[in-house]
Every structure is written in structure tokens, then in C-alpha cells.
């Protein structure tokens, strides 16, 4: 069955680390996006892509940085830049013409700083 | 300003009974699509139901449906004769324009949803 896979399923982190997370589709999916979500609240886009070797940043894209190298791949690194990484991660992708679902999310990333 | 906003932070509903989960919204486009998500305790996000600036039906998926009031700006959620596995967190959201490759969807904060037994 196609779908995202987003891992690890939980990740720690050290202070001044960084970390990557990562995110694989195999729906032929163009579009793909990166959403942070904090506690009790919504999620807030980090960075998008439409096509390989391209991307744009989000709402909140500082201390964070992507790579889209493969049309299946688009992993995200948390920076030491990022002063508060502790959040739920998650990962989705879009077809062109996507009318009736929007996004396909995967299951997300739990990230600790520790 | 706030795109989407869902201003119950959380709701309590009998099982079996009936529950609208409030969602405004604001867009200046004429072309524009409203979605709900479902988000269980594990984290995934769980695609509803999906409405159409251009839909002159109000959409409905098995029992959930959306109201859709759009001089008003609203969109909520109608989930009928509610389940206890329907406790969740419920997100309403927004894509402006067209569907292109890379449309951003702009979530609200959500409505957490608890069904008692």
C-alpha cells in the first residue's frame, strides 16, 4: 500500500545537536510539506516543496533546513538554531488536483530535547 | 490575522448523540476548499471530509457532515450519533485558491472532542 513513513517514531536530542527526520513517499506525490505542532495546538507549516530540488520556506522555517533531492524523499534537520525543537512532526504530501483529501500525512516524529 | 479559527478548545458529548465542532474562516478568494482532520491520541491525521467554495451541496461522509454557511464564513463539522472512538483532536483547515502543486493548507488550533459513556 503507498503512504508516508516518517522516522524515528520518537527522537531525543542533546542541546546544540542537530537532528535529521526523516520522510519517505511512495505515492508519486509532487508536493510535500513539513508541519510542527506544539501541545494543544495546530499545526504550522516549516517548509514545503512542489518539485525536486526545490523548496520554500514556511511560516516558521528559522533553525530548521530541508533537502529535496528525490521526488520520494524530503528529510528535515533541526538545527541548534532552533531554540524550542520539542514538538510533534509531522509529514505530508499532495497530488496535483487533490480536490476531495488534501494532504496524506504520515505519523509523525516525537522530538525531545533532553 | 487568523485564516481559520475553531474557538471551542474542547467539547464533551454523550455517546450516541449528535456534536458540531465550530470552524470561521477568512479568505478573500473565491475559490477556496475546507477540509477536517481527526487527530487519535497516536498522532496521525485522519482526512473527514472535504467541502468546496463552488459546492452548492453541503458535503457529507458516512456521519459526519459539514455545514456550510458561506456568506457567513463557517464550516463546521456534524459528527451524528457520536462514538466513543470519536474522542480526538478535530482540525479544521483551509486551502486558498486552486489546487497547484505546493497549495498550503492553514490549519486552526483544533477542538478536542471527548464522548462519554
Known amino acids: 500500500d503507498g503512504g508516508i513513513t516518517q522516522s524515528p517514531k520518537y527522537l531525543f536530542r542533546k542541546e546544540g545537536q542537530n537532528v535529521t527526520l526523516s520522510c519517505e513517499q511512495n505515492?508519486?506525490?509532487?508536493?510535500m510539506y513539513w508541519y510542527r505542532q506544539d501541545p494543544g495546538q495546530g499545526l504550522r507549516l516549516i517548509y514545503y516543496?512542489?518539485?525536486?530540488?526545490?523548496?520554500q520556506k514556511g511560516d516558521i522555517a528559522e533553525g530548521y533546513s530541508v533537502s529535496r533531492e528525490k521526488k520520494e524523499s524530503f528529510p528535515l534537520t533541526v538545527t541548534s538554531a532552533q531554540k524550542n525543537p520539542t514538538a510533534f512532526y509531522l509529514c505530508?504530501?499532495?497530488?496535483?488536483?487533490?480536490?476531495?483529501?488534501?494532504?496524506?500525512f504520515g505519523s509523525g516524529t516525537r522530538l525531545t530535547v533532553v | 490575522a487568523q485564516k481559520i479559527t475553531q474557538t471551542q478548545p474542547g467539547m464533551f458529548v454523550q455517546e450516541k448523540e449528535a456534536v458540531t465542532l465550530d470552524c470561521t474562516y477568512d479568505?478573500?478568494?473565491?475559490?477556496?476548499?475546507l477540509f477536517w482532520y481527526k487527530q487519535p491520541s497516536s498522532g496521525e491525521m485522519i482526512f473527514l471530509i472535504y467541502?468546496?467554495?463552488?459546492?452548492?451541496q453541503n458535503a457529507t461522509e458516512g456521519r459526519y457532515s459539514l455545514n456550510f454557511q458561506k456568506a457567513r464564513k463557517s464550516a463546521n463539522l456534524v459528527i451524528s450519533a457520536s462514538q466513543l472512538g470519536d474522542s480526538a483532536m478535530y482540525f479544521c483547515?483551509?486551502?486558498?485558491?486552486?489546487?497547484?502543486?505546493?497549495?498550503?493548507?492553514?490549519f486552526g488550533a483544533g477542538t478536542i472532542l471527548r464522548v462519554k459513556s
Open positions: 505530508a504530501s499532495s497530488r496535483d488536483r487533490a480536490q476531495d483529501y488534501g494532504y496524506t
Open positions: 505515492l508519486n506525490h509532487d508536493a
Open positions: 516543496s512542489q518539485i525536486v530540488n526545490d523548496f
Open positions: 479568505t478573500s478568494d473565491q475559490s477556496y476548499g
Open positions: 467541502q468546496g467554495s463552488y459546492d452548492e
Open positions: 483547515a483551509m486551502r486558498e485558491g486552486e489546487w497547484e502543486y505546493g497549495n498550503k493548507l492553514v
